[in-house]
């Protein structure tokens, strides 16, 4: 029901109508374009968020070390060393407050390049051009481009007069790149070699064109680049990876600093809050400040 980019490429834009069951000049009927959005899908992805800002939030206290110093502030009030608890709560909020920010923008930035798909399209349904949401697109739909368009997917062109696309939102490319009909016989896998294919989510510069749609949604090209970004977790540098051991280590030697300074204290006849007092200020000062 969908082709890659490269794929359709390599095929002739007869050969592609021929394989979507597409008249060109006639485009799909409404009936069968709802058939195939059945088995296709709708032509939209979004970013999936499951969970509150809040709940997102309170995750950031489920660092040991944060936990160590939360215990620290307690056993400060407890005390009455207010100023002790004030300060370590107010650096702890700072803490988890940016690393909440962080990630509450790397949330926003993917949700952000949904903004790249344009509401509407203009197609051929039945023979007559029509404009509809860009969501209802279907493999084998005919789409019209023009100067200030944004494509609305994946498109294999078959008609492109002096037709230039500025695809700096996808490859990275400052120059516009333009556009023809003729297939690609070798594509090199590069993006920029497909100069047959509009691509999801890329801005007419100059001219106009049409093309059949190829795929849509997550299965485009753009789509596929979404979908990696939304389920893939940026690796970890050897640095990041070298830190999170240390705090794992840095936690269970201060919780058994925190024990043993308790039990010496308690042979010694000392005051167990005293001594747990004692043992937790050290454990946090064994904490270096780039832990957090």
């Not at 939209?44 to 939030?57: A, G, L, N, Q």
């Not at 919780?255 to 809050?273: D, P, R, S, Y």
């Amino acid at each position: 029901m969908w082709l890659t980019a490269s794929e359709a490429s390599s095929i002739r834009h007869e050969d592609i109508a021929d394989r979507l069951h597409v008249d060109v000049r006639h485009g799909l009927s409404w009936q069968e374009a709802t058939h195939r959005r059945q088995i296709a899908g709708y032509n939209e992805f979004s970013v999936k968020d499951d969970e509150p800002p809040w709940k997102k939030y309170l995750e950031q206290f489920k660092n040991p070390l944060i936990l160590l110093l939360l215990a620290s502030a307690l056993v400060s009030v407890c005390m009455k060393q207010f100023d002790d608890a004030i300060s370590i709560t107010v650096a702890i909020v700072i803490v988890v407050t940016v690393a909440f920010v962080q990630e509450y923008r790397s949330e926003k930035s993917l949700q952000e390049l949904t903004k790249l798909v344009p509401p509407s399209c203009h197609c051929l349904r039945e023979g007559s051009p029509d404009t509809f949401l860009a969501r209802e697109l279907v493999p084998g739909d005919v789409v019209f481009l023009n100067v200030g368009d944004r494509v609305p997917a994946d498109l294999r062109l078959f008609e492109a007069v002096d037709l230039t696309i500025d695809e700096s939102s996808f490859t990275g490319e400052t120059e516009p790149a333009r556009k023809n009909v003729a297939s690609v016989l070798r594509p090199n896998g590069n993006h920029s070699s497909n100069t047959n294919i509009a691509f999801m989510g890329t801005l007419v510069r100059c001219g106009n064109g049409k093309g059949i749609v190829v795929s849509t949604g997550a299965n485009s090209e753009f789509g596929s680049v979404f979908k990696m970004m939304l389920e893939e977790e940026a690796p970890k540098t050897p640095l990041q990876k070298s830190m999170d051991s240390l705090g794992a280590q840095l936690s269970i030697y201060s919780f058994g600093i925190i024990g043993l300074i308790m039990l010496v204290g308690w042979l010694q006849g000392k005051a167990i809050m005293e001594m747990f007092t004692i043992g937790v200020s050290l454990a946090v000062a064994a904490i270096p400040e780039g832990e957090f």
